[in-house]
């Protein structure tokens, strides 16, 4: 695959090269008509060429680059037509294989690829556009060339929808050479404005989302024709399943019920006003939001996710405000210690959820306002036991062990099962 190429600063620009036929019973030899039609996409492609790179005002622009030379496309119209046939034949005679999905898609990026590119702004590809057109009219008409005792008519039919629709994505726009990774970003932009990240509940996750954009399937893919391997992008409809399941997967492991057995709710007027005020949020989303059935089942799971949370708020909240009145005027647990170890193990497994990052000031204000307790000596037990594994098992510190496991990280395993192992090794040492 000989190809001149050069990187520039508007854009890559690749000359055209010739791409190979493959084996198969239908070809130029073996077929009168295929012959007359590539002769007839030679002419007809030779009459554009005389008027390229003056064809378009797009194609203009390429005079100005000092490297274009118009001899480079001096086969340009045999080349293209053969193209055309070659894909054409391709199709027909790998149709009917087990592997005919694969086999179609590679050589279509393989003679995709073959077009060479242009900078931004000088247009697309010669006669890229003219060979899908001319492999629209052909592609009817393979059902009638395509002889099989592997599978039926149906079947074949079948295929062949699939092989159009297949010519949609590698379709180059001149406006937009990577429009397929647009949309999809476009899509996951939505999705992430659509997510209520800002309650307190997802704000933690909502930097990881901003940072890890799941446009790639985590497949990668080997195209024989190109030899070469790529990482396999989703379309629309596998993003959108992708985020439909993200969704339910982060409204499933994030909810009052844990938060609850965490003592972590412990202003109950605050979260029902976030949630029904983000509940207002998302009905008005609900109302702009264009007709696209997966973003009205994003919509649908978090506005169910919504009126069951705000249920459950307010079931639990006359206990809130008794258990709050009975630790106000007890005042022994937790003390210190125990929020100290209750810190430490979250932290050790990254389950702390706190609005700002942890372990700053305003972290440890936020700890102290959840238990009604000073930060500042909370803060101080925390840094005697983080880096001090002797002082953390000490004898002494068995009672406030125990405590923690047995009532703060209640529905935190990874916490919990920490927090067991040091219990455990600090009764050996006793």
Request: aromatic fraction near 10%.
């Amino acid at each position: 695959m000989d190809s001149k190429y050069l990187e520039l600063e508007g854009g890559a620009y690749e000359i055209p090269f010739a791409t190979k036929p493959t084996e198969g019973k239908h070809s130029l030899e073996s077929c009168e008509n295929c012959r007359k039609l590539q002769k007839n996409l030679i002419n007809g492609i030779n009459e554009k060429f005389e008027e390229f790179p003056n064809c378009c005002e797009y194609h203009k622009k390429l005079i100005t680059l000092d490297f274009f030379k118009k001899e480079d496309y001096s086969d340009i119209a045999t080349i293209t037509a053969n193209k055309v046939i070659y894909t054409y034949h391709h199709i027909i005679n790998h149709l009917d294989n087990d592997d005919w999905y694969n086999e179609i898609i590679n050589y279509l990026e393989y003679t995709k690829e073959s077009f060479g590119s242009v900078p931004t702004g000088c247009g697309e590809p010669f006669q890229w556009s003219g060979y899908l057109v001319a492999l629209e009219e052909l592609l009817p008409k393979v059902e009638d060339k395509v002889v099989s005792d592997k599978i039926s008519l149906v079947e074949i039919r079948t295929r062949m929808h699939k092989v159009i629709k297949l010519l949609e994505p590698i379709t180059i726009n001149k406006d937009s050479p990577n429009k397929d990774f647009h949309l999809l970003m476009s899509k996951y932009e939505q999705w992430y404005k659509m997510f209520p990240f800002e309650l307190p509940y997802f704000n933690h996750l909502k930097e990881k989302f901003k940072k890890i954009i799941p446009l790639h399937t985590g497949r990668t893919k080997f195209n024989k024709y190109l030899n070469a391997e790529s990482r396999e992008l989703h379309t629309k409809d596998s993003l959108s399943v992708l985020l439909l399941q993200i969704t339910k997967n982060i409204l499933a492991s994030i909810n009052g019920v844990l938060l609850f057995e965490k003592g972590l709710i412990t202003n109950d007027e605050k979260h029902e006003l976030d949630l029904i005020i983000n509940n207002r949020k998302l009905e008005l989303l609900e109302m702009s939001a264009m007709t696209n059935e997966n973003t009205q089942e994003y919509i649908k799971v978090i506005k169910k996710w919504y009126e069951e949370e705000k249920s459950f708020i307010k079931e639990i909240t006359p206990f809130l405000v008794k258990n709050k009145t009975q630790k106000n005027v007890s005042g022994l647990r937790p003390n210190r210690t125990d929020i100290a170890y209750y810190a430490f193990y979250s932290n050790e497994v990254k389950t702390l959820q706190t609005e700002h990052s942890f372990p700053s000031d305003k972290a440890w204000t936020e700890i102290g306002e959840q238990f009604s307790k000073n930060s500042k000596n909370i803060q101080v037990m925390y840094n005697s036991i983080v880096s001090n594994s002797e002082e953390r098992l000490k004898k002494g510190k068995i009672n406030n062990l125990e405590y923690v496991i047995n009532n703060m990280l209640k529905g935190d395993e990874k916490a919990l099962k920490l927090a067991k192992t040091e219990l455990k090794q600090a009764k050996l040492k006793s």
